[in-house]
């Protein structure tokens, strides 16, 4: 799978590109508060505790 | 296979897809290509344990960006092309058993975002010359998939029902020096029977003319021909002018409603189309609680719709089911 960061696109959106085994295209469409809510839970389901991540200011 | 057949009785092109015969028709929920793909679990479409909006180009295009040679020669009367253009699915969110109407106001609008940069990109496509954006919900509609999902055809020609909404434009521009949909808008607001909701940037109403005894229009207020030229405030209130109409219709029957929702933007190929205004429209074939509108025919077969109730009346219904927009509530 190759994959590309693109800058944002609005003050919340990134987009990432992906190129599929059969050749088509995936875009997946981030948003800041989305990554850091997922970053959260990511967090919170590790077996060992680790410290707590930094309050991301919402966008 | 796949082609595009010349139909030199309407002037119109069609498009044969034989790929697409044995798409993928109602998987079960662990088989869905559209979920995200758990580790160790069924490989969906969507390599990734979750994600918030993604787009992709579809498995099963009825146009493909590097296209088949036809299947048959084409004559004088019966030209035939290579089906070039761009087929996207949309993927509204990774949760499978959810609509476009559960989800919050906040991930409409991250629709929205979405929207407006594929039609930008498709748009800057020099063999794309209208970027068409639809959802189909609902068995009733057609669908093969449950999962909230929406489509982009970005088509090589404008498509026939869009050219005669442009040439009705232009007619009434030169005839009147306004713009027509700033003018049906207008008429609708003055009247106000048919006004379902609106906002600061957009009102909802079904249409004077409603072929759908729940056929629903979204106009921008502001004269504006696409996506790309909303304002920030112009994005959120369509997503919460939206998510108003969608939830009213879910509340007509207390059923999740089945429509087929289109977005009518200016095409990409280039030329001016100030005339033209951006207005969605919602065509729900539900006509009560148990029985569908089909396309018989009158309609398939005369293009003239007959409506078995009074779009006053339909849209009274839907009014008393529009509620407050909460942000972030589903």
């Known amino acids: 799978m190759n994959e590309s960061n693109e800058k944002n696109l609005s003050d919340s959106m990134t987009r990432r590109r992906v190129i599929l085994p059969d050749g088509r295209y995936l875009i997946f469409y981030d948003f800041a508060e989305s990554a850091a809510e997922a970053r959260q839970d990511a967090a919170k389901k590790e077996p060992h505790p680790q410290p707590e991540a930094a309050e991301e200011k919402n966008v | 296979m796949s082609e595009l057949r010349w139909n030199p009785l309407m002037g119109e092109w069609v ?11 109602l998987p079960p929920e662990n088989f869905c290509p559209l979920c995200p793909t758990e580790p160790g679990g069924f490989p969906t479409e969507i390599p990734a344990e979750t994600y918030d909006i993604v787009a992709f180009e579809n498995k099963f295009p009825s146009l493909k960006k590097d296209p088949d040679e036809p299947a048959v020669e084409g004559t004088e009367l019966y030209p035939v092309q290579p089906s070039k253009g761009i087929c996207e699915v949309i993927v509204y969110s990774p949760r499978h058993t959810n609509t476009l109407a ?3 106001v906040e991930q409409i609008y991250k629709l929205i975002l979405v929207w407006t940069d594929r039609f930008r990109e498709l748009g800057e496509r020099d063999f794309i010359k209208y970027v068409f954006i639809f959802e189909n919900k609902g068995e009733a509609v057609g669908v093969t998939l449950h999962h909230p999902h929406g489509q982009i055809y970005a088509y090589p020609f404008v498509p026939p029902r869009l050219e005669k909404e442009l040439e009705q434009s232009r007619k009434h521009k030169e005839k009147t020096g306004s713009c027509l949909l700033c003018d049906i808008v207008a008429e609708e607001k003055s009247d106000g029977r048919r006004i379902v909701a609106e906002n600061d940037s957009f009102v909802a109403y079904i249409p004077f003319f409603a072929r759908y005894p729940y056929e629903t229009h979204i106009a921008s207020r502001r004269h504006l021909q696409a996506f790309t030229d909303f304002t920030d405030k112009e994005q959120r209130e369509l997503a919460e002018i939206l998510k108003q109409v969608l939830v009213a219709f879910d509340g007509l029957f207390n059923v999740s409603f089945p429509y087929m929702m289109i977005v009518h933007q200016r095409p990409t190929d280039g030329a001016s189309y100030d005339y033209y205004h951006f ?8 006509r009560t609680a148990t029985k569908l509108k089909f396309l018989a025919g009158s309609e398939s077969g005369a293009g003239m719709f007959i409506n078995d109730t009074l779009p006053e009346v339909k849209a009274a219904e839907l009014r008393e089911l529009v509620k407050p927009v909460d942000w972030k509530s589903d």
Do not use: L, N, V, W
């Open chain 2, 15 to 25: 498009a044969t897809a034989t790929h697409r015969q044995d798409r993928t028709f």
């Open chain 2, 102 to 104: 559960g989800e919050s």
């Open chain 2, 279 to 286: 207005h969605i429209e919602f065509y729900p074939p539900m």
